[in-house]
């Protein structure tokens, strides 16, 4: 579910992006707590779909 948002994040312009983008960030945040490397893999996600933290 979080690569499908991912996917519908980037189809938008880059404008509409943002807000989308920052409630992602705390669900991947989240994720650090969830155990078995959620997080880890949440942070791949967003690097490969470009919305990595800089």
Known sequence: MFE???KAIAA???SQQDAF???LERVRSEGHNW???VG???DDLMAEHGFAEE
């Open 4 to 6: 499908q948002a991912l």
């Open 12 to 14: 938008l312009e880059p």
């Open 40 to 42: 880890d893999d949440m």
């Open 35 to 37: 155990g078995w490397g």
């Open 21 to 23: 983008v920052e409630r």
